[in-house]
T-cell receptor, first 114, second 113 residues
Framework: AQSVTQLGSHVSVSEGALVLLRCNYSSSVPPYLFWYVQYPNQGLQLLLK??????LVKGINGFEAEFKKSETSFHLTKPSAHMSDAAEYFC????????????FGTGTKLQVIP | DGGITQSPKYLFRKEGQNVTLSCEQN?????MYWYRQDPGQGLRLIYY???????QKGDIAEGYSVSREKKESFPLTVTSAQKNPTAFYLC????????????FGEGSRLTVL
């Protein structure tokens, strides 16, 4: 079984401040991990993915995430928030082989305060 | 442009009516998925299909039906048996082989009046 927990359904940061969105996973096999972003009334867009290569993964729009097996975490960070980062972010877990079942977290809405 | 097209974007229906949401893709992806999104609940899988003429139930298939007659198309019907159909519906696809990320359409918002 696999699951994802995102801590904090809403996070507020000031423009220019560090963004940290937390994600912890549970998986019985080595996982693939993803972060997706969703703007209002739109579909999801992939920000970055971990597929067992480098543990520090860089994505689009200046975001990055670090896979920490010992902590079962895959937190998303960005050094300096921009107004355009305001959106909802979803962490997801999957694993290789057969049908690709993807389990999503419940999402974190990021508010950026000017 | 390559991508996934969902229609309609917004849909209103009266209780007791069936509605069909369209999902068309030109990415040549084998697998297609339907997710339901409700505030605070993330995405929940309704149905998925890995090949034409084959599909499987996801976690919340009751009250929904699908077909996969063409590789490009995976329509979702929300039937009158679905007790709480008001939601945002997302279609996604993924390609073949190894690890596969999901590609999403823009979504369809269904409101039952």
């Amino acid at each position: 079984a696999q699951s994802v927990t995102q801590l904090g359904s809403h996070v507020s940061v000031s423009e220019g401040a560090l963004v940290l969105l937390r994600c912890n996973y549970s998986s019985s096999v080595p996982p693939y991990l993803f972060w997706y972003v969703q703007y209002p009334n739109q579909g999801l867009q992939l920000l970055l993915k971990y597929t067992s290569a480098a543990t520090l993964v860089k994505g689009i729009n200046g975001f990055e995430a670090e896979f920490k097996k010992s902590e079962t975490s895959f937190h998303l960070t960005k050094p300096s928030a921009h107004m355009s980062d305001a959106a909802e972010y979803f962490c997801a877990v999957s694993y290789s082989g057969g049908y690709q079942k993807v389990t999503f977290g419940t999402g974190t809405k990021l508010q950026v305060i000017p | 442009d390559g991508g996934i097209t969902q229609s309609p974007k917004y849909l209103f229906r009266k209780e007791g009516q069936n509605v069909t949401l369209s999902c068309e893709q030109n990415l040549n992806h084998d697998a297609m998925y339907w997710y339901r999104q409700d505030p605070g609940q993330g995405l929940r899988l309704i149905y998925y299909s890995q090949i034409v003429n084959d599909f499987q139930k996801g976690d919340i298939a009751e009250g929904y039906s699908v077909s996969r007659e063409k590789k490009e198309s995976f329509p979702l019907t929300v039937t009158s048996a679905q007790k709480n159909p008001t939601a945002f519906y997302l279609c996604a696809t993924s390609g073949a082989g190894g690890f596969r990320e999901l590609f999403f359409g823009e979504g369809s918002r269904l409101t039952v009046l």
